[in-house]
């Protein structure tokens, strides 16, 4: 693919660009990051610590930001670029100029179980020994890899993919458009126990969960479904991979999650509200719209809205950055104690 | 239901009932959560910060706890009620009123998998594509749902159900009325290399992996075998989703583990003991019986039986609130120091 | 096995060796843990705090280090010996005398799926349910266990084990003598969103994942693939259980990570690091060669080669050991500078 032509595919976002390489229009023969990058594939730059990068890189073409140093570190080393606002995101859709996604093929393989009390959709496609049980309804253009099991009636939305050796349990209703990974487990059973003097009794777990529209679910991650009403995942919240979503929570839209955040029973979720990897967060926590906490936070009391938490337990960001940096220096805290004490109780108070 | 035959089904657990609505007989249709609870169903209290939310809860009928504050504040909003001791236990076998778990059918799909040399007990459900394997021995009324492994040799107790999509390995003995849920990983290889001059050297895992009856072991956990011997979960002991048993642990009875807790090699786990979510517990380490770990604990000794521990790395849990308090005001407590050190360095020792 | 024919096998490791039970050549029945074995059974003892198990180990032989007072220990209770540099590494060759490891027989079962335009070598082993999809090339001996899917042109190396229930995505290459556990996902989809004004927009993953030659994955581990270029997990590494290895990260040579592990995207692991446990790294961070993470550690900045750090956030170990006592302490610091601010604001500056 020209370079021009992914100029012209990108369309209004670009604000400006330069066709270098000798002012032949490169032939852009694939994507690669900005170290791995060569002569013939295009990497972008973000800015920040990559920033000095364009000076080093081998890519024979940039996304840049619409900056003009950067512009110009590319034009001295001879390399083609494109300058936008959004590099990352322009780079997201320059992969997608360039890759086709597998698709599994639309039909039912005839090792697929699919009991004849389940409603399938118009031009899905499903996959070698996936099990679909009674009661369920498949939208249209639903696409299950193989292995995956799908328990008696749920709702899958038009366009949905599972992926290989998933699991959807009993009830489950996912949307439209969302994506299921590998080994993920779709409401199943709460952990919910009751303790008695015999020990633990099963508490039902009669509720269902549900997953709203443009959900995606990482690798061997769960939501489990409650004693009773719902878990509830709001539309366009990505997950990542074994994150733990225990029964009635409710998680808002536009939520990111990282990989093994985990999240006890009750725990409510505001909207875009971010989670970096192996945060936790207690019982029947609140966290507020557009919170954000830090990775392996802990948070066991509610976060108000927009705040950036950090720690375990989870603190503000900005006092525990103060307080870790401390945190080092306890050694040498404890020994000027000591010296003061010992200047004391000398009696001296004065050098 | 009528709530009056829910409390005539409680029977003896019931101190005190009410029932209102106009003197009339709520028919109630379903259990609900306090706060999603709507006017034809049943909800509870057991009290703590819940108790306010009987003033303003949707639910037509409450299972309180026996306290005449909250009977009364249920009675003033026309709420049908029923007090008991435990509410939250009674709300589970309300429940079972209502609700009848998903049961696989009797009998062995055709497309399963069983070795000719495989036992297999009476009035056993087996689902599409499970693989049981040679000298397997399957309990009678064991449920094991579709695309589940079972390798050879393993033995499976009665009543127990075996859940889509999870894998048993060789030898492993699962005893009765257990359930091993979607994705979990019993009786693989445990994670034992030995460091030799050209690398990792494996040592064979020759042991089983043991788990006694009444054990439930969440999705995606995996409780692993080791190099000799067994691996052993107590019996009655649950543990939730992606939590990590490694080789040679023990186990002990009643135990409940909460999701993503990690469990080294070698490690003791006492009887009754509670690990709430993310805990770790480091190599050989022994904690005694009844003692608690709060989230994320990092346990690298011993924990005294009936101990609370918190933090990482784990300290009495009622030190540990002090010091995290204390953590975050460090700033303020070094700022303190300084102004100290100067005024002993300004000789004065005074204001 | 007779003894005497063990200390034979055992070859030139051997540095001295005491048939003792009676001057009896004890016929060893098995191995076990030195607190479990019997009269019967082999053990082995490593130093340390397990030294003083020889007092009361049941074992009738014992794999010694070459300590004299270990070996008095053990001909004093008449338990036969063999002294050896590396009792664990023997203790791990011992089992190979003992034990064969399941292996599933040579043949693809009939109800496999493979596809007509896989390549499959010879002498592999392929289980019931297995699906292995287009484009695909097996290695020889290659060995497959039930109900594992295998998506479009994959490439696995010869002698590698594929656990039930795994899950190989598109394009990735596995090398030889590799054992991907039960459960884990090679190669889906990283997670990589671009935020936009209407919400998160996939970024397409368009690379691959590597793993190199005799690289092990735990159970439901997850190594993804990145939007461009290469995930890579270097050879001889041994990945525990529940690992996430996000898109586009660098795994050395040699690498051993504990279970529930985290590493966010773009990481570089040097050779030969050891990340214990329940481990965090940042996005972006560089681990140097050699380095060692203490259990739940937090690695947030670049770790130089050869160091240990340990804590969240991360710092050199033993300043985290210190810090840690100190942190316990808080409360009493913070009383004794109490104490002293009351001492100079009255003036006193002495007793």
Redesign the interface.
């Known amino acids: 693919m020209k370079f021009s032509e992914i100029v012209a595919a990108l369309g209004d976002q670009v604000t400006a660009s330069s066709l270098e390489r000798g002012g032949k229009d490169l032939v852009v023969q694939?994507?690669?990051?900005l170290e791995?990058a060569n002569a013939d594939q295009m990497?972008y730059v973000e800015g920040g610590k990559f920033a000095s990068l364009v000076a080093t890189t081998g890519a024979g073409a940039l996304v840049l930001p619409t900056k003009a140093a950067l512009q110009e570190a590319a034009i001295a080393r001879n390399i083609a670029w494109v300058s936008v606002k959004?590099p990352?995101?322009v780079?997201?859709r320059a992969?997608?100029l360039?890759?086709q996604?597998?698709r599994l093929p639309v039909g039912i393989?005839p090792?697929a179980?699919i009991d004849p009390n389940a409603q399938v959709g118009k031009e899905v496609a499903i996959?070698?020994?996936v099990?679909v049980s009674s009661g369920v309804k498949l939208g249209d253009r639903v696409c299950i890899?193989?292995?995956v099991?799908v328990?008696?009636d749920v709702m899958i939305g038009a366009d949905t993919t599972l992926?290989?050796?998933?699991?959807i349990?009993?009830r489950a209703q996912i949307g439209s458009h969302c994506?299921i990974?590998?080994?993920a487990?779709i409401g199943?059973?709460g952990?919910?126990?009751?303790p008695?003097a015999t020990?633990?009794?099963?508490?039902?777990q009669?509720g269902i969960t549900v997953l709203e529209d443009?959900v995606e679910i990482?690798?061997?991650s769960?939501v489990?479904r409650?004693?009773?009403?719902e878990t509830r995942v709001g539309q366009?919240t990505?997950i990542?991979?074994?994150v733990?979503i225990?029964h009635?929570c409710k998680i808002g839209q536009?939520v990111?999650m990282?990989?093994?955040v985990?999240m006890?029973g009750g725990v409510t979720i505001g909207n875009r509200v971010i989670l970096?990897?192996?945060v936790?967060v207690?019982n029947q926590a609140v966290v507020g719209d557009g919170a954000i906490a830090s990775?392996?936070a802990?948070i066991?009391n509610n976060i108000s809205a927009g705040e950036t938490v950090s720690?375990?337990?989870a603190?503000p960001h900005n006092?525990y950055l103060?307080?870790?940096v401390?945190?080092?220096?306890?050694?040498e805290?404890?020994k000027?104690?000591k010296a003061?004490?010992k200047?004391?109780?000398?009696?001296?108070?004065?050098?």
Chains 1, 2, 3 share one sequence.
């Open positions: 694939g994507l690669a990051a791995q990497s959004n990352r995101m780079f997201s992969i997608a360039f890759y996604p597998y393989h090792t179980v996959g070698p020994n099990v890899h193989p292995n099991v328990y008696p992926h290989a050796n998933c699991t349990h009993e994506v990974h590998s080994g487990v199943a059973e952990f919910g126990f009751v008695t020990g633990w009794e099963k508490m039902h009669s443009r990482g690798c061997n769960a489990d409650p004693a009773v009403g366009d990505k990542d991979n074994m733990h225990a009635g536009g990111a990282a990989a093994q985990g006890a970096a990897g192996q936790g207690a990775a392996k802990g066991h720690g375990m337990p603190i006092v103060r307080a870790t401390l945190f080092k220096k306890l050694p805290m404890a000027t104690i003061m004490q200047q004391l109780s000398d009696g001296s108070g004065k050098e």
